[in-house]
């Protein structure tokens, strides 16, 4: 199983991206996917994720800002990141899990102020 991020960037605070994260197999197959990000000298931190049933959760940090989506025929998820701020510059990860957890290889995303 592959996954494989883009969509990352440079971006203004306030601005907006998308990221995608496709993977190799069929996305309902997985019990979960999900977006983590890490920042320079901070953890890992799990930014959102969608089950297979379709629910979704955000980190806090994130609410109301980020959303969650998924296209089923292109085993495809997305992050659509809106109002972003310089706390959000990170390199962000797709992680889909079944059986095992598999990770992407990750994309920068920088918000200049």
């Known amino acids: 199983v592959r996954v494989v991020e883009s969509g990352g960037g440079l971006v203004q605070a306030g601005g907006s991206l998308r990221l995608s994260c496709t993977a190799s197999?069929?996305?309902?197959?997985?019990?979960?996917m999900g977006w983590y990000r890490q920042a320079p000298g901070k953890e890992l931190e799990l930014v959102a994720s969608i089950t297979a049933g379709g629910s979704t959760s955000y980190a806090d940090s994130v609410k109301g800002r980020f959303a969650l989506s998924r296209d089923n025929a292109n085993n495809t998820v997305y992050l659509q990141m809106n109002s972003l701020i310089p706390e959000d510059t990170a390199v962000y990860y797709c992680?889909?899990?079944?059986?095992?957890?598999?990770w992407g290889q990750g994309t920068q995303v920088t918000v200049s102020s």
């Open positions: 992680s889909a899990e079944k059986v095992g957890r598999y």
């Open positions: 197999a069929r996305i309902f197959s997985f019990n979960d």
